[in-house]
């Protein structure tokens, strides 16, 4: 079975954590539509290219290659506008989708008419317990003869994304009411577009307290751009400055932002240096 749902998975220099995260899509209890691999000018392509063609047929899926590196902003955006699904989700190359995710957000999406909804990531599946929590909820599930039964939600508002550390891979949504990536953004470009979405009149959404995606390394310091804690910062500052300029959010928002954020910066800055000598 499938439903109506376009997966959209930008990929750079990644064909070694490809096929993890398409397995992850493939291996869903209810299948999405569609997946669309855009790949960001990497040096790689034709190995992920291989690797993307090679599922069976069972799931529609496409690959996009860009001439030239853009930014996972401009990939996801080459992704939305490819879209042929009523609902839009995404999933990154080096992350993974627990067995129930489509069926869990994709039913709740349409029961309750939903715009826009998150859930529950874990940044670090190799971290203790993480896995752990995933079979406990599997087994809850199965116990109570259904997904949706033994779930709880929470609301969902501009307030959410301020408070909580969330991952592209959390989000699905209504794609008539999706709003494009700020290309102008190399980090802080997820939380720019929630803020974006929630702060609509009217937007209908909803948080599952469950966790359903992971993915394989610490919110900070570690690979890839999550590894400059200070660009981190800054493009967080930028993103609040960019969505109190446009209206999204209160002055309040803004100044309770900018404040957390500057409390939080030496605190990562520490931890990130703490790491680097235990390991040295």
Known sequence: MSCDVSVITPTYNSSGTLKRALDSIYGQSLHPREIIVVDDGSDDWKQSRLIATSYPHCIAIRFIHMDKNQGPSV??????????????????????????????????MTNQNLDFSMHQYCHDRTRLGCDRDRDRDRDRDREDSGHMSSLSFSPLSSWTPLLRNDSTNSVMV???KMVLYDT?????????????????????ALYIERVLAGGFKSTIGASGLSHDVKA?????????????????I???????????????????????????????
């Open 174 to 176: 209504l794609k008539e």
């Open 75 to 108: 990939a996801r955006n080459i992704g939305i506008s490819a879209a042929r699904s009523r609902y839009l989700a995404f999933l990154d190359s080096d992350d993974v989708w627990y067995e129930d995710k489509v069926a869990i957000q994709h039913g709740l």
């Open 250 to 280: 209160s002055i309040f928002q803004y100044l309770f932002g900018i404040s957390t954020e500057t409390v939080k910066y030496p605190i990562r800055v520490l931890r990130v240096s703490l790491r680097t000598r235990v390991a040295t």
């Open 232 to 248: 981190m910062h800054v493009g967080r500052m930028l993103a609040l400055k960019k969505l109190a300029d446009r209206g999204c």
């Open 184 to 204: 102008s953004l190399r980090r802080g470009e997820d939380f720019t577009l929630y803020m974006e979405l929630l702060s609509r009149p009217g937007c209908r």
